[in-house]
């Protein structure tokens, strides 16, 4: 059977700047989400803009690690230390918005300082999953056929 090729096909305007998830808690205290085109966001919705990881992820991801080194060359990396390397990565490259986020009732704006603050503490660990698994979700980034065009 022939892999028809525009099945895969990635929107790269998704790629380059990422697609809104709603988020919603679930029982258990599941994190979860769908993506959602920014217009269908509603007021009091709960959203993640959220990029594809690739390669700015990683590079990133490898400065952190080389300026964590370069700091401590002669000390293993402590747990803490490996959860900060890997929020400010995400928070420069992946998790770049969010919109309805409270934290003790208190909106909490959106900045790549406070994602990576937040990203990086223990306690906040279903949401950093949710961002790394939404992140290789690559179904949210496929190019979609206009009604029209898909009809011609």
């Not at 892999?3 to 988020?23: F, S």
């Not at 990396?77 to 918005?97: F, H, N």
């Amino acid at each position: 059977m022939p892999l028809e090729l525009t099945d895969i096909k990635a929107d790269p305007r998704k790629l380059e700047t990422g697609c809104w998830w709603r988020v919603w808690m679930e029982a258990g205290a599941v994190l979860n989400g769908t993506p959602i085109e920014e217009a269908q966001i509603k007021e009091d919705d709960a959203a993640l803009l959220i990029v594809p990881i690739g390669v700015a992820y990683h590079r990133k991801l490898e400065d952190e690690r080389e300026a964590v080194r370069a700091a401590h060359p002669k000390r293993e990396v402590s747990e803490a230390a490996q959860r900060s390397i890997v929020a400010k990565a995400l928070a420069a490259t992946t998790l770049r918005g969010w919109r309805n986020l409270t934290l003790e009732g208190q909106a909490l704006p959106w900045s790549e300082d406070k994602a990576a603050e937040i990203l990086a503490k223990p306690e906040w660990c279903w949401l950093t999953e949710f961002v790394l698994s939404a992140a290789q979700h690559r179904s949210a980034t496929l190019a979609k056929e206009e009604e029209g065009d898909a009809k011609n």
